[in-house]
């Protein structure tokens, strides 16, 4: 069962992601639990009564549990009052079950990374693309690009990653002398090293290292020990560094050197493109045609009108 399908009355057993608990303290002077569960279809509000500290304990934000108890109606709200739980084994669990997932499913998604990633000819990019993607594989189909902003959900790096690998496809295709197999190598890398800043699908955080090197200066440092490992002597991973430190276009959007290269340039506008468009599309999810959004803080804080459909 799903939260989406839930009615008033119920006696249910459901899965569910905890995201998120508050401890509360009751009339009779008795702990209680706020727990709010989600999965795939949405949130609902859920009390655990009479919580011991075994209960505090047990209920942790980012935990994933079968409960079973009572749907009823509160305020016009549905509420679950929890009867027990327990934790789910996570060799079953499919984390897509329990977030938002990116609009275009896994699987067709890990069949466009094959696709991009054998674009790739030239041997010495092609063997560092590889080795690294392999190496961080498992966790590329499920993390999430961001904590919020733009692709902020399970496989929402691996869809940022192909979409830019797109994006600077048809670029190469457009403007003539371009490097067309380090441009695909740098956007199916670029944001690789978010694997180590962020911690996954299931609420993400950062990491230490996320908060203390970030994603750039990981993934930088990743591409030069790889490259040393394989014994790769050419320019290729300078070439790969380069456009990873300089992804994010500007020295006050995060990249501590400018695109120099046309293929890092390119990169850059790709990255931005499909980022941008993404804040953009979800504030329009919220908006009705013929309003304006609400102001859209990394758009330069601007308002969007949605326009009238003809």
């Not at 509160?74 to 977030?99: H, T």
């Not at 275009?104 to 041997?123: D, R």
């Amino acid at each position: 069962m799903k939260i989406n399908e839930l009615v008033d009355g119920q006696r249910i057993e459901l899965n569910a992601l905890v995201a998120n608990v508050t401890k509360g303290v009751s009339a009779n002077a008795t702990t209680y639990l706020n727990i709010t569960l989600q999965d795939n279809t949405g949130t609902i509000e859920a009390k655990k009564w009479d919580a011991n500290e075994e209960d505090v304990k047990f209920y942790t934000i980012g935990k994933i549990i079968k409960v079973l108890g009572d749907i009823n109606l509160y305020r016009n709200s549905l509420q679950l009052k929890i009867s027990s739980a327990q934790q789910l084994d996570e060799k079953n669990i499919d984390y897509q079950d329990f977030v938002i997932s990116a609009p275009i499913k896994k699987e067709i998604l890990e069949t466009e990374l094959k696709e991009y990633m054998n674009m790739v000819k030239e041997p010495d990019i092609k063997i560092l693309m590889e080795a690294l993607i392999n190496k961080f594989y498992v966790p590329f189909l499920t993390h999430p690009a961001a904590t919020r902003n733009h692709h902020e959900y399970c496989s929402g790096l691996l869809y940022h990653s192909v979409t830019v690998a797109k994006l600077a496809a048809l670029l190469a295709d457009f403007y003539g002398n371009v490097d067309r197999d380090i441009l695909i190598a740098g956007a199916l890398l670029h944001d690789l090293g978010k694997i180590i800043e962020l911690t996954g699908p299931i609420i993400p955080s950062y990491t230490i290292e996320g908060r203390l090197i970030g994603h750039i200066s990981l993934m930088q440092a990743e591409i030069s020990e790889m490259a040393h490992k394989l014994h790769i002597e050419s320019e290729v991973p300078m070439l790969l560094e380069h456009m990873i430190l300089s992804h994010h276009g500007k020295k006050e959007f995060g990249s501590p050197i400018l695109p120099m290269t046309k293929e890092a340039l390119l990169l850059s506008i790709a990255d931005d493109i499909d980022a941008k468009m993404n804040i953009l599309e979800k504030a329009y999810s919220q908006t009705s045609e013929g309003e304006f959004t609400n102001r859209i803080f990394p758009l330069e804080d601007r308002a969007f009108y949605k326009p009238k459909k003809r």
